[in-house]
């Protein structure tokens, strides 16, 4: 990833790294421009951003984070939509969190641009908390680097187990 200052000719398809606020104009971080927003900026005056420019060896955040969501969720874990390089896996059942702890551990060390965070493991959890987070930091993560974090995910890192109601007592 290319990250700094750009100059507007070079800035298309660039992601803003600061928001940037001109007469009439708000671009939020992490705006991925566009030739009309290039437009627009020179007409405001702005000369100058400062944003990331993806490279061939990069993965946009978003698609990054849902590769490893998909990757984590095991039985009955419902994935959220990834947004801003997050992806958010929820319990789908009453239960209680399977969380590898290993494995979550080894995925974390791989690359400070991949983050993994979870409830602790056997925590009892209702349907919908959240389970897990997937956090690419801060546009994109290097793919050798996904791809060695989706070998780790060969199976499901986070799954609920749900409760199963039980007889009580000696009963026939």
């Known amino acids: 990833m290319i990250f700094g200052e750009l ?3 070079e800035a298309e398809g660039a992601i803003l790294a600061h928001s940037v606020r001109a007469p009439g104009l708000l671009y939020k971080k992490g705006r991925v421009l566009s030739a009309r927003d290039i437009a627009a900026l020179q007409k405001a005056g702005v000369e100058k951003i400062f944003a990331a420019k993806l490279e061939p060896e990069d993965v946009a955040e978003d698609l990054a984070a849902g590769m ?3 990757a984590c969720a095991g039985n009955h874990i419902e ?3 990834a947004f801003t390089g997050r992806a958010n896996l929820f319990a789908g059942a009453d239960g209680i969190a399977m969380i590898d702890r290993a494995r979550v551990d080894r995925i974390n060390l791989i690359d400070e641009s991949l983050t993994i965070a979870t409830v602790a ?3 009892p959890l209702e349907k919908g908390q959240m389970a897990a987070t997937i956090k690419i930091i801060p546009f994109s ?3 050798a680097k996904v791809e060695e974090a989706l070998a780790v ?3 499901p890192l986070v799954q609920i187990a749900p409760w199963r109601p039980r007889p009580l007592g000696g009963g026939a």
């Open 7 to 9: 100059t507007l000719k």
């Open 68 to 70: 490893l969501a998909n």
């Open 79 to 81: 994935r959220g939509a």
């Open 121 to 123: 493991p056997y925590e």
């Open 141 to 143: 993560a290097p793919r």
């Open 153 to 155: 995910l060969h199976t």
